[in-house]
């Protein structure tokens, strides 16, 4: 056998267990390596301006902007409440808030592909390494209260627009999320389902929420409270308990305790900026 002979023998056996090794590995199952994006850049922010707890987008750009890393993680693991996540390191304030500037490689690429790129920068660029785990904690059901509903239906297609504190807030659709004031809590949602509804509740009380309403409508909502672990400032006219603030749109909480799913934070670094 000449050596031109030889050497195209070798090439093609090599060839042909390349494709043995590739279809095995297909077949029984080898994980497919996380979508990750084109090119990202992580960078520390000083300024005050209103945080992202979604990314905002356009073609193939992906920001999030003076966000921290429980966000991050947040979005990337498409969590929806505090008690899902466990671990989050306590940075000083000063070195907490980030910038994400990233590009995916095809405009609009799907959300669901988009969150599985921010779990491969997140172990990439913050060493996150994580595990899942069931924990026994509290647990409230939303359930309808004796009152009349007085939630209101809504149309989903226009950002809803409400003032605050003499400050103008605008909510797209889709969203619900909650926030805090000097007049208390404020559970901001705009053509959201009673499951959105009942998660940034659950933030606020630390404890899952589940919806029991049988309600299958999209609603807005500006739902004011005030929380039982804070204190009014003097004079301060008192917003409802919470309990009182879903009474009053016809909805009521009932407690109980069960089993949670929670992700726990086993390492993660700080990024150096680039």
Known sequence: MTIEAHEARTVLRASLTGVLFFT???AFGQ?????????A??????SSERPDFAPRRSGTLVMMHNTQVGSFIFYGYHLEASYQL????????????????ARTAVPDAPDDQVRLMFQSLLADRFKLQ?????????????????????????????????????????QAPGICAASLWREGTHVVCCAATMDQIAAPIGSVLRSPVAD???????????????PEDRTPEPDQVLAPTLAGALSDVGLKLEKGKGPVEVLVIDHIERPSDN
């Open 24 to 26: 095995l590995g297909t």
């Open 31 to 39: 994980p497919e390596a996380r979508p990750a994006f084109e090119v």
């Open 41 to 46: 850049s992580v960078k520390r922010n000083a």
């Open 86 to 101: 466990a671990g989050i390191p306590d940075w000083p304030d000063d070195s907490r808030w980030f910038d994400i500037d």
């Open 130 to 170: 994580i595990h899942r785990e069931t924990r026994e904690m509290p647990e409230y059901v939303l359930t309808l209260g004796k009152g009349k509903l007085r939630l209101t239906p809504s149309g989903g297609k226009n950002p809803l627009s409400i003032v605050i504190e003499d400050r103008s807030y605008t």
């Open 212 to 226: 029991r309403t049988g309600l299958a409508g999209k609603y807005d909502l500006n739902l004011l409270f005030m």
